[in-house]
């Protein structure tokens, strides 16, 4: 079956750096776009980043653009979200996804979903 494994999260200082991988399985990696979505406490799920099946084509929600980059890496079946500059507001539980075919950025449209990392950022 298809699993997704989100590592990487923590507590950061505001202004810190985080890293963040997606190990994927069980599905034909270079045929899924790839997305990052994330959820505070309280708030529903929101869009973060996403990348097409290439890493040529990428795009992010404007509160993260700027300060977060997506790839990721086909032969290792693993998608990143390096974020710098982090800030109070970015707290949340990071999840990635992988939705067959071209990027979207509603969460609805992504077919598998992993168990989330959390991120803590202090101010």
């Known amino acids: 079956q298809v699993q997704l494994v989100e590592s990487g999260g923590g507590l950061v200082q505001a202004g810190g750096s985080l890293r963040l991988s997606c190990a994927a399985s069980g599905l034909t990696f270079s045929s899924y776009a790839m997305g990052w979505f994330r959820q505070a406490p309280g708030k529903e799920r929101e869009f973060a980043a996403t990348i097409n099946w290439s890493g040529g084509t990428t795009y992010y929600a404007d509160s993260v653009k700027g300060r977060f980059t997506i790839s990721r890496d086909n032969a290792k079946n693993t998608v990143y979200l390096q974020m710098n500059g982090l800030k109070p507001e970015d707290t949340a539980v990071y999840y990635c996804?992988?939705?067959?075919?071209?990027?979207?950025?509603?969460?609805?449209?992504?077919?598998?979903w992993g168990q989330g990392t959390q991120v803590t950022v202090s101010s």
């Open positions: 996804a992988a939705k067959y075919g071209v990027i979207r950025v509603g969460p609805r449209d992504y077919n598998y």
